[in-house]
């Protein structure tokens, strides 16, 4: 059985989970976050400080930092992660639809790569990995964006933001490429396994009524108790829901950077001439 510990960053709501196999001490960075003040345009390491630090001090070995899906809601922090303790840094291999996405809408011009080659490793649906001692296998689970990806180590599977805690419900679904019918057959396959099967979320904004924020949960309280998806609840209800919903949601504050960080794999833009990195923003695009 895994061990994970998880590191809570509350600006952005997020959970970065190391996870390691005790016999071996082969670890995996999930989900890192980089700290951006969009106002300062600065951005800063000290939470993936504290997962180096948590690894060092846990004589941890890093294997592997896997992201989830192409965040829009935080920038990652694997790459400054990988410079201090080495590790692969991978996700889905369709990335690189979400880089064609992005890339036009940004502009990014020739220089960006749309082939995922920003990453160690592209995984494809049901490929199979090990972390250390411990079998792991890669689920493709779109949705929430073309490209998202669960990772099952063991008995933990890391499922980035299809669910949510079951008070809380589900992911947003009308990103570009995002689809809600895809969602809802995304999760009905995560909730497949067996029900003891730990659960890590990516994000939680603490449900009303809720005290503390919280982070793992399992299949089978999924099952019977999330708010949007529980046992029962159909397609056709669901994409009703996750439609109506998603059309009084605003924009996440961090999009803009978020994207195009992450889907260099969290690198920031190439200096321009005069030496300075930029985030673009679209303006009045329709």
């Known amino acids: 059985?895994?061990?994970?510990k998880t590191f809570f960053d509350n600006t952005t709501f997020t959970?970065?989970?190391?996870?390691?196999d005790p016999a071996t001490r082969e670890a995996a960075v999930v989900d890192s976050v980089m700290e951006y003040d969009p106002a300062a345009g600065r951005t800063a390491h000290h939470h993936a400080q504290e997962v180096v630090d948590y690894i060092r001090a846990?004589?941890?070995k890093l294997q592997w930092l896997l992201e989830t899906h192409v965040h829009a809601d935080h920038?990652?922090?694997?790459?400054?992660?990988?410079?201090?303790?080495?590790?692969?840094?991978?996700?889905?291999?369709?990335?690189?639809?979400?880089?064609?996405?992005?890339?036009?809408?940004?502009?990014a011009g020739t220089r960006f790569a749309r082939n995922g080659s920003?990453?160690?490793?592209?995984?494809?649906?049901?490929?199979?990995?090990?972390?250390?001692?411990?079998?792991?296998?890669?689920?493709?689970?779109?949705?929430?964006?073309?490209?998202?990806?669960?990772?099952?180590?063991?008995?933990a599977a890391f499922i980035g933001d299809t669910l949510f805690m079951p008070d809380y419900g589900t992911a947003r679904a009308d990103f570009p490429g995002g689809d809600a019918r895809m969602l809802y057959r995304?999760?009905?396959?995560?909730?497949?396994?067996?029900?003891?099967?730990?659960?890590?979320?990516?994000?939680d904004y603490k449900a009303p009524g809720r005290d503390s924020f919280a982070w793992e949960t399992t299949v089978g309280a999924e099952r019977a108790h999330n708010v949007h998806v529980h046992e029962g609840?159909?397609?056709?209800?669901?994409?009703?829901?996750?439609?109506?919903?998603?059309?009084?949601?605003?924009?996440?504050?961090?999009?803009?950077?978020s994207v195009q960080v992450n889907m260099r794999g969290g690198h920031l833009p190439e200096a321009e001439e005069n030496g300075t990195r930029y985030i673009k923003i679209p303006i009045d695009r329709v």
């Not at 059985?1 to 994970?4: A, K, Q």
Request: aromatic residues 8%.
């Open 186 to 203: 995304s999760i009905r396959r995560l909730l497949s396994l067996p029900e003891q099967t730990r659960l890590f979320l990516c994000h």
């Open 58 to 60: 846990s004589d941890l």
């Open 233 to 257: 609840v159909g397609e056709d209800e669901f994409v009703a829901m996750r439609t109506g919903r998603d059309a009084t949601l605003s924009m996440p504050n961090l999009l803009m950077p």
């Open 1 to 4: 059985m895994p061990l994970v």
């Open 118 to 155: 920003q990453f160690d490793h592209l995984f494809h649906d049901g490929e199979t990995f090990m972390l250390g001692s411990i079998p792991a296998i890669a689920l493709h689970v779109p949705g929430h964006t073309p490209a998202d990806m669960a990772y099952v180590i063991g008995d």
């Open 75 to 107: 920038l990652s922090a694997a790459p400054w992660i990988q410079e201090q303790l080495g590790g692969k840094l991978a996700i889905g291999a369709d990335i690189v639809r979400v880089q064609d996405i992005f890339g036009k809408l940004f502009n």
């Open 15 to 20: 959970a970065t989970h190391v996870v390691h």
